[in-house]
Structure formats: structure tokens, C-alpha cells
């Protein structure tokens, strides 16, 4: 391709690409739409029935009707014994320490395993995969086993090591994968500008690493926000979570199936989480793009 | 500059050929510094692996060799089984109960039919997912307002406690219940084999799509516009843009991606727990583990470790034939 | 590449004997041991605090009845230990805790359909001897519930039975027979409405549903010493009679993917003119803002072949762990929770059926509960669900081929012959 014809299409294409611009865009915003709507209807739903009045539960009107708070009155009602503020906490501590431990342990195996050259690698990734390969159902039992007989039943490291460990395989993998794409060049480059190794990874890679290391964290800490299998059985009233909080929730009676007040414990802790991610996203995505080299 | 070869390119060498070339010591001898740095770095992952997965794994092996209980018919009192040798594998494999074939309503007879369920659970969500998630990434990795609205939405079904979400859509499917209202069924979701797979189908693929999603946009996130813009340049069509530099720079994130979605989906439990109880030909072998743990924690030991050594097998081929570099230190076909 | 899978075996095998070492020292890992070791003869006079153990407590009964204990034994206080509302879950959490003979779980509230297990894996304490339990107030049925092997390893504390729920104004009278009923469904065909339901959905509550067919028309799932004998003529009428009515719509096909809440649920909104279920219903149905039925319907003993058909049994009972230090308080607390008082209590405040007879015919309880003279007869003709160490196979065996019948994939017959097949594999296993 000549230059004269690459400017040729250049200037061809300017007039072109106006008109496709609004296309594109139209065509964007209708997936948008579309990917909106798939997302937010039965979330919608959630919301719908957790307003709803409890001797309406099963009246399938798409819109509010009988709206009331008391669903949300019921889920912290502590005369039912229900405490689900101290579940919340609970819940961001375990999963909020699992996922800082598990990025900062994460991080360093990724970065052994992405950058550094050694014998076994092969295995150590093999070993790290196979760790989410057992059905989880089968852990519990010798994990409840192990943890009685060193007296840590109840306690949040009871919970918050095997949460660790159930969401470290993927967060090693996703570094990894996410290490060996950056431009280690620029490190070598900010090295040889003077910069210590640390420095380098610091003040260069890092903010590089910063999207993916945040859907890594994103992804950690949802994993563990939504652990129920360990914590159903290994915690106590005291460090009960929000999800098994959310299943020991009872109707009225025997029978009774508690689908509104499941709904607005439901909604309580899925919109904080996402409000959360919205405020971070930004914040991450700003520092990104005023912090990047180019 | 022969001291100093970039160690992308070394690594890359290295892995490739995975044998250390005769007489290049000063690589050796950096191996041998990278090495040690790699088991301190590597020292936290794996002690935790080892504890609360590799002990209870173990554990569970150890138990598939016993027993379960059985009934001392003079006491009415349960007793130790013993040593069992492969009789609880056998049992799933074989579909043996005492030495018959189990017959229906036993949960050995379920074995093969919960494989090919838990199979086909497995990759038709995976592949749903993978399309689906793609396209979102596509179209989050766009700039246009009201992104950041898009991608926090994409967030919601992920970040509802899987226990509510398969509640809620227990509900949603019931047949007085909305799904049915709303395009006017008379479906009965729960009732009959395929009704209840695609129900179970679609909780699965709403739920989970996010996290393709994102992990995909991540990777996506990592390429950088000049990439594009030198394409387009150069006449490339969006299709090729897409074949020729989305897909491949996308390829390890998405493989990763793909990997862990399989391995989770292979161990599907909640969902169709909550939707059918495994009723309908939806059982999945960890529903059938969490049904025989009730049954003889040995026996679902034995099961466990099936399912584990099939996951392996899985994961081993899609790893060792699809995607090398997910894993692999084989080689960084990224970004050049 | 060829020895990459033994790159990956490698660690695995070193990681196993690293575990091999610790569950060595790890014990506790085995489960079931026979009959509690020494555990069921210590501690039988021992005092003080000890934990209850239950469900999520729905309707606030257990927390004001612990309360008033702890007022009147200031050394001897009691924990409630509060579990999941899912019977799943409670059972589990039982299972763990038992199997790590944890001491702090004293007593236990057990579903009627666990005893058997917990009492044959060694961990209930046989209640004899110095720790005899009186139940001659109790309905007959509840106490079968609580006794495996001739020993009482339970005090039934709350009961529950089907009842038959009919539309007075379509029905004046309502049926006494299943085939009356039968004969009533043109008048739900007129009305345009379903004519009768239960819970047929493929779970816990479907066994609950075939076992009263079968149980109604003579028939029987386990005998008294356990063993299988559900393929008889008797088992074949009474599932017949279920399979007949799916086949001729008067159950309609929807009734396949009912739980108790569906069918209530299809009952309120008017679409039903008969359904089976729990007494729960029945204050619901008065009261729910979406009920239809608020004034229109009355309640009735479930229909049988002749009379009353024969209900299966709910309710729990409650327990003393082998492993507890302290007994003589466990005792006392359990007699505590199922003394009169506490029954009318469970009654009033929590609608839980009492398992003391004559409450049912007391003034107060059946002014708040008019359904307690029906449920009465309910009870009174009761068959509980197979008392059996094996009941998790049993159920399934039961539920899967009853399932598989009323969908018209297999004869009754065949349905029959398998559930006999698999519970003779879940019994010998």
C-alpha cells in the first residue's frame, strides 16, 4: 500500500465514518438496551416482590402492587432473630479480608509464574488448577473435622482461610494471564532509568495491572460474598454471613416458604455491592488514564 | 546487549523448549536465582492450597476406601465398614447395589445418567456464556454514555447470593408464575425433562455470564487502540479486526475465563438443587454427592474423587489442546 | 510435553502424604460408631447449662419459652442454638456436629423422619431407666415417630397431619371417601376449575403424599422389622388411585410441579376445589390479602377408602445428645418443652399441633385453632413415615418411582416392583 493511496482511503473514509458513526452508535445503544434489560428484568422482579405485601406473594402483577416495607422490617427484625446488620458486617469482613489476602498472595504467584523462570511451573499451575476441581460439597466435612479439632469452629478464620483458598486458583490464573500480556519492556526501560526492581514494578507495571487487578478483585470478592457452602456449616451466630443469613430466613409458619423477605434480604445485598463497584470503577478507570504511560 | 536478553524472550525460549541448552550457565545460574525468588513468591498460594483443599481432598480419598456403616441387624446400631478396596467406585461405575444392578430410585442408578447431565449442563452454559459474554465485553469496551451504567447492571445477577437467584427463579418459573404471565404459557418448567434443563439453562447462563464478561473486558481493556487504528488503517474489515487482532490478543484472558467456568460448571449443585431437587433427569453429579453424603459419607468420597479425576481430564485436554498458553509457560503468543 | 500429566500428578502425590500424616493425627474422622461407645451411660445425673438446638424459630415460640426456663433455673441456664429454616441444613448441621461428639449440642430438636438414623448412628440417648420419659398423654402415632427398636430415643414435641381442604360453597358436605371425591370433580369441571391437588412435585413431599395413598388403601412401605414390602395389591390400589385421577385431569397436569406453597397458592386464587395439605394453610387462607377462598372454604379429614384415609405424619421431636455433660438438665428442660403448658403455647402463639391429646378438645386451643378436632381424626388414623436408619434411600426410592407413575413413564406395577428393588438396596447396603 502506497502512501499516496493510505491517504487517499483516509480522506475517503472521514465522510464515510461520519455516517457510520451514528450506526455504530444506534447500533451500541440498542445492545446496551438489550443487554440492560436481560440483566436488570429478573433483578427487577427481586425488587417487585421484595415490596410486596406477604399475603400477596403469589400474584404475578408485573407491576408494584402492594407495596410495603415490611419485608425489609422483617429481615432486621431481631425479635424473629434475625441480625442481619451484624450478618452484613460479618460478610464484608470475610469477604473483604479474603479478598485483600488472596489479591496480595495472588499477585506474588502471579508474578512468579508470569515473569520468573523456573522448574515446575508446569506443575505449580497444574497443582493451583486442581484445587477447584473437587466437588466443594465433599470439603466440608473434613474441613469441619480439622477445624473442631484445633477449636476454630465459629471463628472468622474458619471461614475466611478456605474462602481464601477457593477463590486463589482463579485469582493466580487471571494475574497470570493478565502478567504475561503487559509491556515488561517499560519495566527493563524504567530500570535502566535508575529504578530498583520494586520501584519499576511499582510506579510502572502496576498502574498498567490496575484493570485487570480490579476485575481480579471484583471477581474475588463476589466469589466470596456469595460463599455459602463453608459458612453454612462452619460459622456461628456470631459470624454468620448474609447468605446464610438469607436461607435460614423462615415464613410465618412451618411450610411457609419466606420468598419476599428472601427477596428484600436479596436486594439489601446486591445493590450496596454494585453502588460500590460503580464508585471504584470510575475511581480506577480515572486514575488509569491520568497515570498511564505512553 | 547479549547479557541482557530481555527475559520475556528468555522465558519464552526456555519454556519452549522446557530443556536448558548445554553451556549457558549465566541462565542457568539466573534460573537458579529465579527459581528460589519463585518458591518464596509461590510459598503462600500453595501452603493454603495444601491446607484447606489438599487435606480435605486427601481425606476424602483416604475415605472412598472404606466402607460406609452398615447395619448390625442384632444391635439396630450402625458399625464401622472396614476396609472397602474399589467397591465404592465400582458400585458408581458398574452401577452395582449388592451385586444387581442398582434399580431406579437408588442413586447409583443415577451415575451415568448425571454424567451426561452434568456434561451437557457444562457445555452448553459454557458455550452460551462464552458467546454472550464476548458480546457484552464487545459492546462495555465501546465508549458511549451511560457506560459505566452497563457495566454495573452486567454486575447485578452476579452479585446476587446464588441461593436467592435460584429461589428467584424457582419462582419466576412456577407455573402460576411470571415467565408463564408474561408470554402467555402454559409451560410447566419443573415438570418434564427439557422444560426443566432449560429452565435450570437459563438461570445458569444469566447468572454467570457476568463473569465472563469481565474477565473478557479485561483483556480486551489491555489492547491498545493504536492496535486498531493501524488495522483499520490498513483496510482491515470489522470481521478480520476481530479474527485477526480481538480474538488472539483476547485469547488468554478468555481462555482462562472459559477454563474456570468449566471447572465450576462441571460442579453445578444450587441451581438445579433449588429448581428441581435433581428431579427430571437434571441431576448433576455434585447434587448426587450431596444426596449420598446424607447416604454414607464414603461412598460420596468415592464419588467426589470421580468427579474430581473427570474434571481433571476435562481440564487437562481443553488445557494440554485449546488453550496451552492459559497455563502454560509454553508461550506468550500475546502481544508482540 | 508428553510427561506433562505426571507434572501435574506429582504434587498431588506429595500433597497426599503430607494429608495422609495429618489425618493421622486429625481423628474424629469416622462417622457412626456403634451405639455411642461409653457416652449413653455418663453423665445421666450431670447439672447444668446446656444448649437447645432448632430450626429457625418462625414464629418467636422458642425464644419467650427459653426465656421463662432460664428465670425459673439460674444454674442450669439454657443456650438456643437457632439453625436454618431448610430441614436439609438442620440435618447436616446435626450430622457434624454429632460426628465430632460435640458436647454443646445437648438437646435437639429432630424432624420426625430423622430419629431413626440419629438413634441407630448411637448419637440420641436412649431415654429408660433414670432417664425414662413418660408418654402415655401422647398420641399413640407421635410416640411410634420417637421409638426405633422398641427403645424411646425421642419426646415427640410437635405434631402434624394432612387435612383436606374443600370449597363449602361448590361442596356443601364435603367427601368421606376418595371415590366420593372422584365423583364430586364434574362439579370443579362445571366451575371450570382443577378438581383436587396434593404435593406431587419430585421431593420430600411427594413421599408424604404416595405413602397416604398407599398407607389408606391397606398397603405399606417398610414393615416393623424394616423390611420392604410396598409390591402388594393393597400399594397398587391406593397408588393406582392417584395415577387414575392424573389420568383423567381430575388432578391436572400442573399438580406435577406442586410443593405445599404451589398448591396453596393455586387453592387461594379459587382454581382448586379439593386440596390435601398441612393445617398451615388454613389460617393462611383466611387471612392472605390474595386469598379468594377467605370465606368459602372448610376443612375435613382426608378422604379414605371407607373413611378417614390415613394421613402421613409431620412434626418433631426433640432429643438429648449421648455426648451432653449434663442430662439430668436436658431431662428436665425436654419434659419442660413438652409439658402442657408449653404445648398450648407452641399452639396459640407458634399454630404447632400438640401432641397431648386431650388438648385438642380444650376450649382455648380450639377457639384459636377451629381445625384442631379434624386434625385430631387426622392424627388419630395417622401412618408415620417408614421409622427407618435408611430413610434418606427410602424416600428416594419412594419418590422417584411415584414420580416416574404419576407421569405415566411406568406402570404401577413397574413402579411398584423398582420402589420394592431399591429399597431392599437401601436397607441391605
Known amino acids: 500500500m502506497s502512501a499516496a493511496t493510505a491517504t487517499a482511503t483516509r480522506t475517503a473514509e472521514i465522510p464515510v465514518r461520519h455516517k457510520k458513526y451514528d450506526w ?94 523456573f522448574r515446575f511451573k508446569f506443575a505449580v499451575m497444574g497443582f493451583i488448577l486442581g484445587a477447584s476441581m473437587f466437588p466443594g460439597v465433599a470439603l466440608v466435612t473434613p474441613l469441619f473435622q480439622l477445624f473442631t479439632s484445633i477449636g476454630w469452629m465459629g471463628t472468622y478464620q474458619a471461614l475466611i482461610i478456605p474462602s481464601i483458598s477457593f477463590t486463589l486458583p482463579l485469582t493466580v490464573y487471571t494475574l497470570t494471564s493478565f502478567f504475561r500480556e503487559m509491556p515488561w519492556e517499560l519495566e527493563e526501560s524504567a530500570r535502566i532509568d535508575g529504578c530498583t526492581q520494586g520501584q519499576a514494578f511499582r510506579k510502572v507495571i502496576l498502574p498498567l495491572a490496575a484493570p485487570a487487578t480490579f476485575t481480579t478483585a471484583i471477581l474475588a470478592f463476589i466469589s466470596a460474598w456469595n460463599e455459602f457452602l463453608i459458612a453454612s456449616q462452619l460459622s456461628s451466630d456470631a459470624t454468620k454471613t448474609v447468605t446464610v443469613a438469607i436461607a435460614s430466613f423462615a415464613g410465618s409458619q412451618p411450610h411457609v416458604e419466606p420468598y419476599t423477605a428472601v427477596m428484600a434480604a436479596g436486594t439489601i445485598v446486591t445493590i450496596p455491592l454494585v453502588i460500590l463497584v460503580l464508585v471504584f470503577q470510575r475511581k480506577i478507570v480515572a486514575g488509569l488514564t491520568a497515570g498511564a504511560v505512553k | 546487549m547479549s547479557t541482557e536478553v530481555p527475559a520475556r524472550t528468555q522465558a519464552k525460549a526456555a519454556s519452549t523448549s522446557r530443556h536448558q541448552m548445554p553451556g549457558r550457565e549465566s541462565a542457568d545460574r539466573k534460573q537458579v536465582t529465579q527459581g528460589r525468588w519463585a518458591s518464596v513468591l509461590l510459598a503462600p498460594t500453595l501452603i493454603l492450597l495444601a491446607v484447606v483443599i489438599i487435606y480435605p481432598v486427601v481425606n476424602a480419598i483416604i475415605m472412598s476406601f472404606q466402607k460406609d456403616a452398615g447395619l448390625d441387624t442384632a444391635t439396630g446400631f450402625f458399625v464401622q465398614g472396614g476396609a472397602a478396596g474399589f467397591d465404592n467406585y465400582a458400585h458408581w461405575i458398574a452401577q452395582q447395589c449388592n451385586g444387581v444392578a442398582c434399580p431406579p430410585g437408588t442413586l447409583g442408578s443415577q451415575f451415568w445418567g448425571a454424567m451426561s447431565t452434568t456434561f451437557f449442563f457444562a457445555i452448553v452454559t459454557v458455550a452460551l456464556e462464552t458467546v454472550l459474554g464476548f458480546w457484552m465485553a464487545i459492546i462495555m469496551a465501546r465508549t458511549f454514555r451511560g457506560r459505566s451504567i452497563v457495566r454495573a447492571a452486567v454486575l447485578v445477577p452476579w452479585a446476587i447470593p446464588t441461593a436467592v437467584t435460584a429461589k428467584l427463579w424457582f419462582f419466576i418459573f412456577a407455573f402460576e408464575g411470571i415467565a408463564n404471565k408474561l408470554f402467555g404459557q402454559q409451560i410447566l418448567w419443573t415438570g418434564s425433562e427439557w422444560p426443566a434443563r432449560w429452565a435450570i439453562i437459563i438461570s445458569d447462563v444469566w447468572k454467570t455470564t457476568p463473569f465472563m464478561a469481565l474477565l473478557i473486558l479485561a483483556g480486551l481493556q489491555l489492547i491498545p487502540d493504536e492496535v486498531y487504528e493501524a488495522a483499520k488503517v490498513d483496510g482491515a474489515s470489522a470481521w478480520q479486526r476481530f479474527t485477526q487482532i480481538t480474538l488472539p490478543l483476547v485469547r488468554p484472558a478468555l481462555m482462562v475465563a472459559i477454563l474456570f467456568r468449566m471447572l465450576d460448571a462441571l460442579r453445578m449443585f444450587d441451581l438445579p438443587y433449588i429448581m428441581t431437587q435433581g428431579g427430571n433427569n437434571t441431576t448433576t453429579l455434585s447434587i448426587l454427592v450431596v444426596d449420598q453424603i446424607r447416604q454414607g459419607f464414603n461412598s460420596a468420597a468415592a464419588l467426589s474423587t470421580i468427579t474430581f479425576l473427570v474434571i481433571f481430564i476435562v481440564a487437562f485436554i481443553f488445557v494440554r489442546f485449546l488453550g496451552a498458553n492459559a497455563v502454560g509457560a509454553a508461550t506468550s503468543s500475546g502481544k508482540k | ?135 402415655s398423654a401422647m398420641l399413640p402415632a407421635t410416640v411410634k415417630t420417637a421409638t426405633y427398636n422398641g427403645t424411646l430415643y425421642a419426646a415427640p414435641q410437635t405434631s402434624d397431619g394432612g387435612l383436606l381442604y374443600y370449597r363449602k360453597d361448590l361442596v356443601p358436605n364435603p367427601p368421606k371417601t376418595w371415590d366420593e371425591m372422584m365423583s364430586m370433580c364434574s362439579i370443579a369441571k362445571q366451575n371450570n376449575i382443577s378438581c383436587y391437588a396434593g404435593q406431587f412435585a419430585q421431593y420430600e413431599g411427594l413421599t408424604v403424599n404416595a405413602a397416604e395413598a398407599i398407607n389408606t388403601w391397606g398397603g405399606k412401605i417398610v414393615d416393623d422389622s424394616g423390611k420392604a414390602v410396598v409390591n402388594s395389591p393393597e400399594s397398587k390400589a391406593g397408588l393406582g388411585k392417584l395415577v387414575d385421577a392424573f389420568k383423567s385431569g381430575n388432578i391436572a397436569q400442573q399438580a406435577i410441579t406442586y410443593q405445599e406453597e404451589q398448591s396453596r397458592q393455586a387453592f387461594e386464587n379459587g382454581q382448586l376445589l379439593f386440596l390435601r395439605n398441612w393445617p398451615y394453610v388454613y389460617n393462611l387462607a383466611k387471612t392472605d390479602g390474595s386469598s379468594k377462598v377467605k370465606d368459602t372454604f372448610g376443612i375435613a379429614p382426608l378422604p379414605g377408602k371407607s373413611g378417614p384415609g390415613a394421613s402421613s405424619l409431620g412434626g418433631h421431636n426433640v432429643a438429648m445428645s449421648v455426648y451432653s455433660k449434663h442430662k439430668a438438665t436436658a431431662l428436665d428442660f425436654m419434659k419442660f418443652m413438652t409439658s402442657a403448658e408449653t404445648e398450648k403455647f407452641y399452639a396459640t402463639q407458634g399454630s404447632l399441633a400438640p401432641v397431648l391429646s386431650n388438648l385438642y378438645s380444650d376450649a382455648d386451643l380450639t377457639a384459636k385453632l377451629p381445625y384442631l378436632p379434624t386434625l385430631l381424626t387426622s392424627i388419630q388414623n395417622a401412618v408415620p413415615r417408614p421409622v427407618t436408619p435408611f430413610y434418606p434411600a427410602v424416600t428416594k426410592a419412594v419418590e422417584d418411582n411415584a414420580y416416574a407413575a404419576l407421569k405415566g413413564d411406568k406402570s404401577v406395577d413397574q413402579a411398584l416392583s423398582d420402589m420394592q428393588s431399591a429399597l431392599q438396596a437401601a436397607g441391605a447396603k
Not at chain 1, 443487554?35 to 436488570?40: M, Q
Not at chain 3, 493421622?24 to 449413653?40: H, L, R, V
Request: aromatic share 12%; charged share 15%; with cysteine.
Open chain 1, 24 to 117: 455504530g452508535m444506534t447500533r451500541t445503544y440498542i445492545a446496551a438496551a438489550v443487554i440492560l434489560i436481560w440483566c436488570l428484568a429478573p433483578f427487577y422482579w427481586m425488587v417487585v416482590t421484595a415490596f410486596r405485601d406477604v399475603g400477596y406473594t403469589f400474584d404475578p402483577t408485573f407491576f408494584f402492587t402492594h407495596v410495603t416495607w415490611d419485608n425489609f422490617a422483617t429481615v432486621f427484625d431481631e425479635r424473629l432473630g434475625n441480625h442481619f446488620a451484624r450478618n452484613l458486617l460479618n460478610s464484608v469482613i470475610v469477604a473483604g479480608i479474603t479478598t485483600i489476602v488472596a489479591l496480595v498472595v495472588g499477585v506474588f504467584a502471579a508474578y512468579a509464574l508470569a515473569r520468573l523462570n
Open chain 3, 1 to 135: 510435553m508428553r510427561n506433562t500429566f505426571s507434572k501435574y500428578a506429582a504434587p498431588l502425590a506429595t500433597a497426599s502424604v503430607l494429608a495422609l500424616a495429618l489425618s493421622a493425627c486429625g481423628g474424629g474422622s469416622s462417622s457412626g460408631g456403634g451405639g455411642g461407645g461409653d457416652a449413653g451411660s455418663q453423665n445421666l445425673d450431670g447439672r447444668g447449662p446446656i444448649t437447645y438446638v432448632q430450626g429457625k424459630d418462625n414464629s418467636n415460640v422458642v425464644r419467650p419459652l427459653v426465656d421463662k426456663w432460664n428465670a425459673a433455673h439460674p444454674n442450669e441456664q439454657v443456650t438456643f442454638k437457632e439453625q436454618s429454616d431448610q430441614a436439609d441444613q438442620q440435618h447436616d448441621d446435626l450430622v457434624q456436629h454429632f460426628q465430632a461428639q460435640d458436647a454443646n449440642y445437648d438437646v435437639v430438636d429432630v424432624d420426625v423422619i430423622w430419629t431413626a438414623e440419629f438413634a441407630a448412628k448411637g448419637w440420641l440417648q436412649p431415654l429408660k431407666d433414670k432417664l425414662s420419659f413418660d408418654t
